[in-house]
């Protein structure tokens, strides 16, 4: 299930964000519940996309150490094999597509906090439903983005702790 997931995140992220953020926004309007007041949502809107931008930012710094580092090593095909961890890692084809999961998230942050700092500026003060539809729908993908990198990670460090049982 996971790997389908990875195959195309970004498109996942979408469809399962936009869903979740369409069907509470639905609710609440259909339902008469209570919308949190325009300040609220302008300063969730606010936060969202400052947080959005300093995990990009972190994810950006991650990325440029993976690939700084990467290229700190000589190419071990031609050797009788990875010397280290590190190497065995920049061996495998799971290198390029943590390359590719950590470069989409940074996308997808910025297009939250983009989005965001746009929306705060051009939507009119009667379209509350929007701001708190864009709330939800930008939780839900800082959550799945975060959730992403986490994986990636997580499969990293068992990468190796394989390869040092070895």
């Not at 094999?81 to 940074?106: C, D, M, W």
């Not at 983009?114 to 509350?128: F, S």
């Not at 929007?130 to 983005?145: E, H, N, P, R, S």
Request: hydrophobic share 45%; proline share 3%.
């Amino acid at each position: 299930m996971i790997d389908f997931y990875f195959r195309r995140p970004l498109l996942w992220d979408f469809i399962l964000t936009s869903f979740l953020s369409g069907f509470l926004t639905y609710i609440f309007c259909h339902n008469n519940l209570p919308m949190p007041d325009r300040d609220k949502l302008n300063s969730i809107v606010s936060d969202l996309s400052t947080i959005s931008l300093t995990l990009a930012g972190f994810v950006l710094t991650l990325l440029t150490v993976l690939i700084s580092y990467k290229s700190s090593f000589e190419d071990s095909k031609g050797t009788d094999g990875p010397k280290n961890t590190f190497q065995y890692f920049f061996a495998t084809s799971f290198y390029f597509q943590t390359v590719r999961h950590l470069k989409e998230a940074i996308l997808s942050l910025t297009i939250i906090a983009l989005l965001g700092y746009v929306l705060k500026l051009t939507i009119p003060d009667v379209k509350n439903f929007i701001l708190f539809g864009f709330d939800i729908y930008g939780v839900a993908t800082v959550l799945f983005t975060l959730w992403r990198c986490l994986t990636i990670l997580s499969k990293i460090i068992k990468l190796q702790q394989d390869y040092q049982r070895k």
